[in-house]
């Protein structure tokens, strides 16, 4: 997205958020990415760097897990 791009130019700080999107099946993956500056030895900021991590697996556990503890709870 251009806005966290923007906010990492400007502020010159990584940021890290959770991304969500539906494959060509129509199955939700879910990633967490991080964007972070590049910047050179002489302190010039060269563009922005990005990597994204599946945690699709995940985040289907942990919500697994809950729906599993609301029913046993219930």
């Keep these: 997205d251009v806005v966290d791009v923007l906010l990492v ?3 010159r700080e990584t940021v ?3 991304y969500a999107v539906h494959d060509a099946k129509g199955e939700l993956e879910e990633f967490q990415v991080t964007r972070f500056p ?3 030895d002489n302190g010039t900021m060269l563009g922005v760097g990005t990597f994204a ?3 699709t697996a995940r985040k289907r556990a942990e919500h697994e897990s809950t729906v599993a503890g609301e029913r046993f709870r219930a």
């Design 9 to 11: 130019f400007t502020t």
């Design 16 to 18: 890290q958020f959770d």
């Design 38 to 40: 590049v910047i050179d």
């Design 53 to 55: 991590i599946d945690v």
